[in-house]
DNA sequence: AAACATTCCTGCACGC
DNA sequence: TGCGTGCAGGAATGTT
């Protein structure tokens, strides 16, 4: 389900809604996600305030007191709503919520995850950094430090589809498959194009529109391709201003050619033959 | 019934 | 030989 968007939209929404709020426990109903889940995470969570809710790539971070951060990635179908007694809970089945955290105002975090592909992971904020998953991460792609010259040093040389090098989240980090055709659609530059053949100017480009695209659809709350959900179980909007992913055959919204799928490194890629080249 | 929003691992080719 | 790197492909899984 999530990309940067997505993320960052439950970022936004906990932080409003859970922020300030105390653990009181986890309940934990299957253990096999993408890796095992730990044992220890009731004790390293239960007690803890949860003081800010930050985001690092697709990952969320919910920074508690005391030094502690639970880690969350979503994977491909994962979803963490707050939910209230009594409230309707959305359209999630009942059966993968896996993890579930009590708030101390009868509340609860609830993490729902049917193809368990996703993470849960509590650590010290001292190893976060030098942590596995975000070890390795490129630039935000809203930080300075990913611009046009970065991304052209980036891609030279490079045989993979700039696609796939879009994708790669050493490169930056964030970017998913939806994202990947958006912004190149917007930059005018074909998916399938080897990474190290794209010139500076696309380059340039490429480096402007991934902030845009991106943060558009953080403003529209994400989107939602099939079962994609808000934590208040709300789909994203964003998926009504898509100009590419998933309109195979149809016009393109700008000149009227019929839009193309391609696979590219395994992933349905979509692009307007006429507009990008 | 093929496809899927993500990440991680393996194996191969190649270069130093 | 013995590395590291780049790249392709596949696996994990339930839903639609």
């Known amino acids: 389900m999530p990309e ?11 932080a409003g809604s859970a922020a300030g709020r105390t653990i009181v426990s986890a309940i934990v109903r299957e253990t096999r996600l993408r890796r095992p889940l730990r044992h220890d995470l009731a004790e390293a969570v239960a007690g803890r305030a949860i003081l800010e809710i930050g985001r690092r790539a697709k990952y969320l971070l919910l920074e508690l007191r005391g030094g502690v951060v639970l880690m969350v990635h979503l994977g491909m179908s994962g979803s963490l709503t707050h939910r209230r007694d ?3 809970p959305g359209p999630f089945d009942p059966r993968h919520d896996h993890v579930e955290f009590p708030l101390d105002d009868g509340t609860r975090l609830v993490y729902n995850d049917p193809r368990r592909f996703g ?4 650590l010290g904020r001292a190893e976060l950094a030098g942590s596995p998953e975000l070890r390795g991460l490129g630039p935000e792609p809203f930080a300075s430090e990913f611009n046009a010259e970065y991304l052209w040093r980036a891609t030279r040389g490079r045989l993979v589809a700039v696609k796939a090098l879009l994708m790669d989240q050493r490169i930056v980090a964030g970017v998913g498959n939806i ?7 917007r930059a005018g530059v074909r998916p399938t194009r080897r990474a190290g053949r794209v010139t500076r100017a696309e380059a340039a480009r490429i480096a402007a529109f991934t ?10 709350g994400g989107t939602t391709f099939r079962s994609y959900r808000d934590s208040r179980g709300q789909p994203g909007r964003f998926a009504e201003r898509l100009q590419v992913y998933d309109r195979a055959g149809r016009p393109c919204l700008v000149c009227g050619a019929a839009i193309r799928a391609v696979t590219v490194g395994q992933r349905s890629s979509f692009h307007c033959p006429r507009c990008q080249k």
């Open 4 to 14: 940067l968007p997505e993320v960052e939209s439950l970022r936004r929404i906990l």
């Open 86 to 88: 009594g409230c309707d």
């Open 119 to 122: 993470m849960i992971k509590p």
């Open 179 to 185: 994202y990947a055709s958006e912004i190149l659609f």
């Open 211 to 220: 902030p845009i695209v991106l943060s558009e659809a953080i403003g529209d």
